[in-house]
Each structure stands twice: as structure tokens, then as C-alpha cells.
T-cell receptor, first 113, second 110 residues
Framework: AQSVTQPDIHITVSEGASLELRCNYS??????LFWYVQSPGQGLQLLLK??????LVQGIKGFEAEFKRSQSSFNLRKPSVHWSDAAEYFC???????????FGKGTRLSVIA | KAGVTQTPRYLIKTRGQQVTLSCSPI?????VSWYQQTPGQGLQFLFE???????NKGNFPGRFSGRQFSNSRSEMNVSTLELGDSALYLC?????????FGPGTRLTVL
């Protein structure tokens, strides 16, 4: 069965600092990988996705993620964090195009001035 | 295009009651999935409907059921509510490999 681990429950960064959120997955083949963001009281918004090809993917809001097969990781990065990035971030995997998403527990990001 | 809409946004019920939640997918999307989000268990998949047929099912008791109509709108029903059913219920409509989520229905069971 697939599983996703987000080791950091809560991260605090200063505005303007760089950010990296970690995600490790367990799956035999190359899964479909996603990062979602959830603001308080809101649904999930897709930041970026990886299916195949170039292992560095660009998303919305200046986010990028890198797929590393050898480490079973799909870490999310942003070079300079803005206060509006404060939210909860979820990594998710799927085994195929029509299969359900399996989510990590999420990482809550706080941004301080 | 309008996004995924869910009604109602908030709901308060008591134990033993039943509840029906509604989801309207993005126009043209034929797949609707439901997820439950709780602080303890996180986001868990309930079921997915495609063209009025259940295509995938998660590991939830039979008290949780769903259906999809010919216009792709979907409903989920929870019977005999328990305190542990308090959660944010998210609906997502899918096109190809991407799912678009609605704002959710916050269900509180007292």
C-alpha cells in the first residue's frame, strides 16, 4: 500500500527566507506526486504535480518541487517566502491517473516578520 | 468556469441522526471523489463516482454511502452519526490526472 510521510508537523520561517518542505513516499513504482495547499477554512489548492519527465517541476505561487527516485522524496521549495504563504501543505501520491489520492499528514507553515 | 461547490458549508447534527452532503463538480467533469479530513486521521479517501457508478471505495463503514446523478452532481450520506464523524468533508472533481477540490462541508456531531 502506498503511504506518504511529511516529517515536519510545523515549520516557522521568516518572511523572505527560503523554504523546503519534506515529503517521502512509499510505493513500488513511480507514483503520481502532488503538493496541495490549504488555507484555514478552505479546500485544497493544487500547487504542482509530477507524473514523469523532468524531475524538477514548477508550480504556482513560485513553488517548485524535485522528484528524487533514489530517496523516494518529492520535496517542495520556495526561494523567498511571503506572509501569504502561511497555510497547511499536503503532499499526496496516487498509483495511477484514476486512483485515489493518499495524503501525508501535512506540514503547517507559519511565517514571521 | 465555476469551481467545485459544496453545500451546505456548515452543519450541526446530533448522534444517531443522518446527514446528506452535496457536491457539484466543475462543468464537464464526470468524476467526483469524497474525502474526510480530521485532525487525528488527516485526509482519507471515502469513495469516487464516475458516470453514476462507484469506481473506487475507501475503508469506511457502510454508514457512509454516496451516489452520483446524471448531471454529475454527487451526494454523500452518513447514517447513524457518531461523534467521530465530525470532520471537514471535501469533494473533488477530476479531469485526467488532476483533482480540483471544493471548500468542504464542516460537519459537527454533538
Amino acid at each position: 500500500a502506498q503511504s506518504v510521510t511529511q516529517p515536519d508537523i510545523h515549520i516557522t520561517v521568516s518572511e523572505g527566507a527560503s523554504l523546503e518542505l519534506r515529503c517521502n513516499y512509499s510505493y513500488g513504482a513511480t507514483p503520481y506526486l502532488f503538493w496541495y495547499v490549504q488555507s484555514p477554512g478552505q479546500g485544497l489548492q493544487l500547487l504542482l504535480k509530477y507524473f514523469s519527465g523532468d524531475t524538477l517541476v514548477q508550480g504556482i505561487k513560485g513553488f517548485e518541487a524535485e522528484f528524487k527516485r533514489s530517496q523516494s522524496s518529492f520535496n517542495l521549495r520556495k526561494p523567498s517566502v511571503h506572509w501569504s504563504d502561511a497555510a497547511e501543505y499536503f503532499c499526496a501520491v496516487a498509483s495511477g491517473g484514476n486512483t485515489p489520492l493518499v495524503f501525508g499528514k501535512g506540514t503547517r507553515l507559519s511565517v514571521i516578520a | 468556469k465555476a469551481g467545485v461547490t459544496q453545500t451546505p458549508r456548515y452543519l450541526i447534527k446530533t448522534r444517531g441522526q443522518q446527514v446528506t452532503l452535496s457536491c457539484s463538480p466543475i462543468s464537464g467533469h464526470r468524476s467526483v471523489s469524497w474525502y474526510q479530513q480530521t485532525p487525528g486521521q488527516g485526509l482519507q479517501f471515502l469513495f469516487e463516482y464516475f458516470s453514476e457508478t462507484q469506481r473506487n471505495k475507501g475503508n469506511f463503514p457502510g454508514r457512509f454511502s454516496g451516489r452520483q446523478f446524471s448531471n454529475s452532481r454527487s451526494e454523500m450520506n452518513v447514517s447513524t452519526l457518531e461523534l467521530g464523524d465530525s470532520a471537514l468533508y471535501l469533494c473533488a472533481s477530476r479531469v485526467e490526472n488532476e483533482q480540483f477540490f471544493g471548500p468542504g462541508t464542516r460537519l459537527t456531531v454533538l
